[in-house]
């Protein structure tokens, strides 16, 4: 098969795109950071739930997120629902692909002079540097996978909802409004099974709803801001199909 038609060229390029990013968010996550410290300002000390001194400390994984979700809108809005749980569930399965690579690669014997190296002045142990890089928790991974999916479904659903009573009018509404609400399940489920199931952590309730709603509130805020980047995407889309093709396939899509 060969990608002559604009359309086809189109699904690949955000088809891909999207794929990229959510592997990529998955093994960035490892890293936590402080959005105050990043932005240099002054750390909140929030009180939910009886948990205190909360602040922002999110997963590096959401550099990409945001992008992700600008992807699974635009392939609704010009593909339709099916394609997006298609790439959606493909997408699970290369994830877990790339972990169980992974996997057999941390169990590959190091080689001894590849061990101990010299960076920027430190001695550091780079086969365990690797494992606590990558070597994330089964139940992490499951959690992160689950959400992902969950979320992928919430929001397709969302969308379609809102587009039928909007038409093809209000993307920002469709489109913001189907991320606020997967995002929101996306945060709580992925905190819910990799620390409150897993019998490791011991998490309380009010700790994954406390931690859960200080990651979505930032998550909800970033949404927001990313709405002018989606119409960004979508005018540079309508100019690569043309006026006629454009809304033909989102005429289409929306009977998918």
Known sequence: MSFRTKESKLLLVLGAFFVANAILSEFIGVKIFTVEGTLGIKQFDINLFGVPNLSFHMSA???????????????????????VRFLSILTAI??????????????????????????????????????????????????????????QIADVLIFHRIKKITGDKALWLRATGSTVVSQFIDS?????????????????????MAIGLVGYVYKFIVAILMTPVLYLVHGIIDGYLGKDLSQRMIKMAGRR
């Open 188 to 208: 709580f489920v992925v905190i819910f099974i990799a620390f409150y199931l897993n019998p490791q952590y011991h998490w309380s309730f009010q700790m994954v």
């Open 94 to 151: 290369l994830i877990s692909y790339a972990f169980i690579v992974v996997g057999a690669a941390m169990h590959l014997q190091p080689s001894d002079f590849w061990v101990n190296q010299d960076i920027n002045g430190q001695k550091v142990n780079m086969n365990a540097a690797f494992a606590g890089i990558f070597g994330q928790g089964m139940w992490i991974i499951v959690g992160s996978i689950t959400a992902f999916l969950v979320g």
């Open 61 to 83: 994984g959401v550099l990409t997120w945001p992008i992700i979700f600008i992807m699974t809108d635009i392939i609704n809005e010009y593909f339709g629902v099916r394609q």
